[in-house]
């Protein structure tokens, strides 16, 4: 595996943008104009914004992108353009291009996230954590907006919870244009996931490398236990 940075010099790398499409926190303006700003500073370093071409949080970053003169692109859960705007009522205005994944919102995440170099987790709920846990599992460089409320200020939990840790691929901060410059940082140093599951898997994958943590109990150790 190399960093994709040597692999091509001059390669404008993607960094999708992941958060709340709809609910209370689209009602907090720090929270939006945080969400713009990180569009602005993906544009300022040369980057293009992807993200699941939803409203919201996502769409928000989209405008900041935009206003800057950033290059957008959105992974929409749509089969057509008709589809995207009728049935799912999703935005268009500040997206150079589409992809009509005709996939569904969940199935659509995937994509989204094997389409980004990077991927930054704003405020959010369920969809969002489930966009985390797909970025986390691939070993995408992740940056977290802290500080701004919904499920990207309890990561850490989460790991914790599920025993697993925060990586070297992983960077934090409050600040839209700090996070953005340690998440390229990070693209600029971690090397690329040359193949499908090999971060999770193999000698040095992750989830081996955290099984060789724990103890493994067999069967007739089990029985004993019981007694």
């Keep these: 595996m190399s960093n994709l940075f040597e692999m091509i010099p001059d390669y404008k790398p993607t960094i999708g943008v992941m958060?709340?499409?709809s609910g209370y926190l689209m009602h907090n303006p720090k929270i939006v104009k945080s969400a713009r700003e990180i569009g602005r500073q993906i544009a300022f370093h040369g980057c293009i914004l992807g993200n699941g071409a939803c409203p919201g949080l996502p769409d928000e970053a989209a405008r900041g992108a935009k206003e800057v003169g950033g290059e957008t692109y959105g992974v929409s859960p749509a089969i057509s353009l008709d589809s995207h705007l009728k049935k799912y009522r999703s935005p268009t205005k500040y997206y150079d291009n589409f992809l009509f994944t005709e996939m569904g919102l969940m199935m659509r995440d995937i994509i989204n996230i094997r389409s980004s170099d990077g991927v930054i987790i704003l405020p959010g709920g369920t969809g969002t954590l489930n966009e985390f846990?797909?970025?986390y599992d691939e070993g995408k460089p992740i940056?977290?907006?802290?500080g701004h409320g919904g499920v990207?200020?309890?990561i850490k939990d989460i790991l914790r919870f599920c025993h697993?840790?925060?990586?070297?691929?992983?960077?934090?901060s409050s600040d839209p244009q700090k996070l953005v410059k340690k998440l390229i940082a990070v693209m600029k140093r971690e090397e690329n996931v040359g193949a499908l599951d090999d971060y999770l898997l193999g000698?040095?994958?992750e989830v081996t490398r955290i099984e060789k943590t724990f103890h493994i109990v067999s069967p007739d150790q089990l029985r004993l236990l019981k007694v």
């Design 19 to 21: 958060g709340s499409a």
């Design 133 to 135: 846990t797909v970025a």
């Design 143 to 146: 940056g977290i907006l802290t």
């Design 152 to 154: 990207a200020d309890h």
């Design 164 to 172: 697993r840790r925060v990586t070297k691929r992983m960077v934090f």
């Design 203 to 205: 000698e040095n994958g």
